[in-house]
Nanobody
């Protein structure tokens, strides 16, 4: 089995920073794209940022210039540095992995269980 485990969420004041981590475990050979998504109450899950195995990144317009995604391919880990946080960033943040090739086969998409980020204004 492949598991994605997020950490680093919590409560922070507006203007503060948090760093999220997501580690993929299992007999993984490769992961194409890893990303962070978020879902606020009453809203659909949305892409926050994604990074390919080659290091190409993509950001939602609302977080550009404030959030930075990075990745350690050797550790199958993705990070999200979140700066200048705003109340509207409050959501459950999910880690997602696309194109996971592992000893048991292939996952098109794998999700973590999510970590809560709350930004107080």
């Amino acid at each position: 089995q492949v598991q994605l485990v997020e950490s680093g969420g919590g409560l922070v004041q507006a203007g503060g920073s948090l760093r999220l981590s997501c580690a993929a475990s299992g007999s993984i050979f490769s992961i194409n794209t890893m990303g962070w998504y978020r879902q606020a109450p009453g809203k659909q899950r949305e892409l926050v940022a994604a990074i390919t195995s080659g290091g190409s990144t993509n950001y939602a317009g609302s977080v550009k210039g404030r959030f930075t995604i990075s990745r350690d391919n050797g550790k199958n880990t993705v990070y999200l540095q979140m700066n200048s946080l705003k109340a509207e960033d409050t959501a459950v943040y999910y880690c997602g992995a696309d194109g996971v090739r592992w000893s048991g086969g292939f996952y098109v998409k794998s999700w973590g269980q999510g970590t809560q980020v709350t930004v107080s204004s």
